[in-house]
């Protein structure tokens, strides 16, 4: 049974959610699966991958997000010719009262939400200065380290069809993202309310309706939520299934997939599992938590091989018959 404490911090995080949703549904029509899963990141730490076509208001999400949230932003446009302390910062040399010293000006990454925009026109050099921001939130340039704010939260994009002249995140670099969100095109009802709404008159702007303070207050509570042993059973073994060569691993795993999720895998789908819980109201996962997770934050952490490829199977596709495959405890649906 839950808490009275675990419940007012249940109801605070579900509060949140529709505050945040409230003014986002000012600017962005009909992506409500998608904001959902962002915020479920950001009540947790972690950080997302945006794959979208140009036009599908990435970008726009992300600057909006910001602004409701009163958080520091800062965009980098990934470029080929972009230099790792074109991002960290660099050491310039300064003069002051006839003494010349060397003085660190700070890059683009020490803000508390990043845009990476298309992130795959990089090279693997420039896309790793990101990794030591998102994993340790300190920054290491010219032997020193400097710490970073709290919340921080990068959100990479990346455009999927213009693959000439990109870099392909490494698979170490894309499991270091909590999500891989995929954003499609919107429904033809939405995409007239969008095209009535920009081409009308000026639109009222979000308002700023929670703090750096509340998202970090969020988190912590996030970590709490209760998740029965069955349930995270069940996790591993969802995820361990995705695996070929393994003892019971079904017959389409051992054809279709190279490599599938590691450990980060199992531990993203119950942090995920539990702030989606906290945004129904609920301070206990159920299944239903996980599976709906399984795809944004699994996606991208199963790599498919030459033959998934030719019969056009892909990692959605592996997971939803993983879904079906793994047997569900009899409780927590």
Not at 102 to 116: C, E, N
Not at 137 to 165: C, H, K, W
Not at 224 to 239: F, K, N, S
């Amino acid at each position: 049974m839950d808490s009275p404490v675990a419940t007012v911090g249940a109801d605070r995080v579900a509060a949140g959610r529709e505050r945040i949703l409230a003014e986002l549904r000012k600017v962005i029509v009909g992506q409500d699966e998608v904001i959902d899963q962002v915020l479920v990141a950001l009540f947790t730490g972690g950080h997302c991958l945006i794959t979208g076509v140009p036009g599908l208001a990435k970008t726009l999400l992300i600057k909006t997000l910001a602004e409701i949230l009163d958080l520091e932003f800062k965009r980098i446009q990934f470029t080929p010719d972009l230099m790792p302390s074109d991002i960290t910062g660099t050491e310039i040399l300064d003069e002051e009262q006839g003494t010349r010293r060397l003085r660190f000006v700070k890059g683009p990454i020490f803000a508390q939400i990043i845009l990476a925009d298309e992130i795959n026109r990089t090279p693997p050099k420039t896309q790793a200065a990101l990794l030591e921001a998102m994993q340790e939130y300190t920054v290491t340039a010219s032997g020193r380290t400097y710490p970073l704010d709290r919340p921080f939260f990068v959100l990479a994009t990346q455009n999927p069809i213009e693959l000439e002249g990109t870099y392909p995140l490494p698979e170490a670099q894309l499991d270091r993202f909590m999500f891989n969100i995929v954003i499609n095109y919107l429904k033809e009802d939405d995409e007239v309310t969008v095209v009535t709404q920009t081409t009308g008159a000026e639109r009222r702007p979000p308002e700023r309706v929670l703090t750096g303070a509340d998202i970090l207050e969020f988190q912590d509570v996030a970590k709490q939520v209760v998740i029965a042993e069955e349930i995270a059973r069940y996790t591993v073994r969802l995820v361990s299934a995705s695996r070929p060569g393994g003892d019971g691993v079904p017959d389409f795993i051992n054809k279709w997939v190279k490599w599938g999720a590691g450990l980060r895998g199992s531990q993203a789908l119950v942090r995920g599992a539990k702030a989606r819980a906290l945004m129904d109201g609920r301070y206990h996962v159920s299944i239903k938590d996980i599976q709906r997770l399984a795809k944004p934050i699994l996606r991208h952490r199963i790599m498919t091989n030459f033959y998934a490829e030719s019969e056009r199977v892909n990692s959605d596709a592996i997971i939803d018959r993983l879904i079906e495959a793994v047997p569900t405890p009899k409780s927590g649906l």
